[in-house]
């Protein structure tokens, strides 16, 4: 009888209860898949959150391993920079005593290595001060570049040692 009052709607109704089944079956449908899927992933699940937990404590120790390896090059590098420091500091405090850079070894100056004197040779320079001055010039020169010489041997030295760990 209500069947009949509803005239030609209810075929709507109708329409509209197959739509609300089939979307039920279509929600417990998916569902089922889900939960099959959840199943079947579960042991890969478990695997990949282990290897996770793994490659964690595995990167922590890395990663410590790393920070100390770290602190000992800076440490060498502080050091060897504090050497080559000291060595300039030496070699210039030398450089600038009057008598700190020996040019010449008296020990092992030989005189008579030198060349006997022409007869006309008098033994000294026309200009005696003129060549003193010169000396002095050329012996100021040499020692600046001694000066710098030994200090290019420290650097020299301090990056071979800070490049091969010695």
Known sequence: MLVALLGPWRYLLYAGVVVAFIGGLVYAKNQYDEKQQAIGAAPYILAI????????????????????????????????????????????????????????????????????????????????????EFLGELESFLRAEASRADEIAAYAMSCYRFVNGL
Not at 89 to 96: D, F, G, K, S
Request: net charge positive; hydrophobic share 35%.
């Open 49 to 132: 959150a282990e290897q996770k937990q793994k490659a964690a404590i595995l990167l922590a120790a890395e990663t410590e391993k790393a920070a100390s390896i770290t602190k000992k090059w800076q440490d060498y590098a502080r050091n060897s920079d504090a050497e080559y420091e000291k060595k300039i500091a030496a070699i210039r405090a030398a450089a600038n005593v009057g008598g700190g850079l020996r040019l010449i070894d008296p020990e092992r100056w030989d005189s008579r290595t030198c060349a006997p004197a022409d007869k006309g040779d008098t033994g000294t320079s026309k200009d005696a001060t003129a060549s003193r």
